[in-house]
């Protein structure tokens, strides 16, 4: 399969993820699309750790590339630890506000 | 054509699909189910790329745990009755037009790389991704990362629980 396959689809949902945050207004679905783009990359970064040269023959089989799947083991653990403390601050500014809609949340004073 | 390609077509499609229902759907409900379909196709992926434990935790962490945690939320929250406010149609069009125009920067740049033709993605083979050498890359070489990763889960749990406090 060409790295280009992988790096069109990626980018495809990494940019998808993008206009969600820009054009949704409820603050959940815009926490739900930053987490389409933390996999966008991760994605893109198993398929890069899986890249070789055309010119390699088929027989042989790299040994690096483990750098980076452990690369995206700590980019899911990063994510989940965002998660928690972000959906905690969202609950907590339901709670002030009676609304998730980010327009309602540009002031952040009272 | 393999059976290896249709499953990458289809599996691309699958997400894509998924991912435009995601920012489009009208109820967050529908938009966190819609996500999880995102997140098999792309464990799907890694089960195509060979990397099964990531494809593993992928579906534990993220379709298991994260989305979980999201529809908690959502369904703690009364988002019946919230009021309305005025949609303004241009800020979609613009971010909608933004990101199209960033996609398309990204896929120009990629194709204008010059070595690019000459890389392939080895699918199907390879132990790389194989959870006994994964094991022993993060115990040797990153272990000092996997325990500054704990320290980071412990302050987050405190740090949600401390958010989460109702204040007397």
């Known amino acids: 399969m060409p790295v280009s396959y992988y790096i069109i ?5 990494f940019c998808i993820g993008v206009a969600g945050v820009l054009t949704r207004r409820n603050a959940i679905i815009v926490f739900m699309c930053i987490e389409l783009m933390l996999n966008a990359v991760n994605l893109l970064l198993v398929a890069f750790s899986k890249m070789q040269n055309i010119a390699t ?17 700590f980019i899911m653990v990063v ?7 972000g959906l905690a601050i969202i609950v907590m500014m339901y709670r002030n506000v009676h609304s998730i809609d980010i327009n309602f949340l540009n002031r952040l004073k009272n | 054509m393999d059976i290896t390609t249709i499953v990458f077509w289809f599996l691309s499609a699958l997400a894509l699909f998924s991912a435009i229902m995601v920012i489009t759907r009208k109820n967050p409900i529908f938009s966190v189910l819609w996500l999880i379909i995102v997140f098999f196709a792309i464990s ?9 434990f990531l494809a593993v935790v992928n579906i534990i962490v993220y379709a ?6 999201f529809l908690f939320v959502l369904m703690m929250m009364n988002l019946e009755n919230l009021p309305v406010v005025n949609k303004n149609i241009w800020m979609k069009f613009l971010g909608v037009i933004s990101g199209g ?16 033709n000459l890389k392939t ?14 094991g022993k890359v993060l115990f040797t070489k990153y272990a000092l990362p996997f325990e500054i990763s704990s320290i980071l ?16």
């Open chain 1, 79 to 85: 994510a989940a630890a965002e998660v928690s403390v």
């Open chain 2, 153 to 168: 889960f412990l302050s987050a749990m405190v740090g949600a629980v401390v958010i989460g406090k109702k204040e007397s």
């Open chain 2, 101 to 116: 125009l960033l996609l398309c920067i990204l896929v120009s740049t990629s194709k204008s790389a010059a070595d690019m």
């Open chain 1, 57 to 73: 023959p088929p027989g042989s089989v790299s040994v690096g590339g483990s750098d980076a799947q452990i690369f995206v083991f």
């Open chain 2, 44 to 52: 799907g992926h890694y089960l195509l790329l060979n990397a099964q």
């Open chain 2, 64 to 69: 298991g745990a994260i989305m979980v945690l």
């Open chain 1, 9 to 13: 689809l990626a980018s495809a949902l």
């Open chain 2, 121 to 134: 993605i080895i699918m199907k083979e390879g132990n790389i991704g194989l959870i006994e050498n994964l």
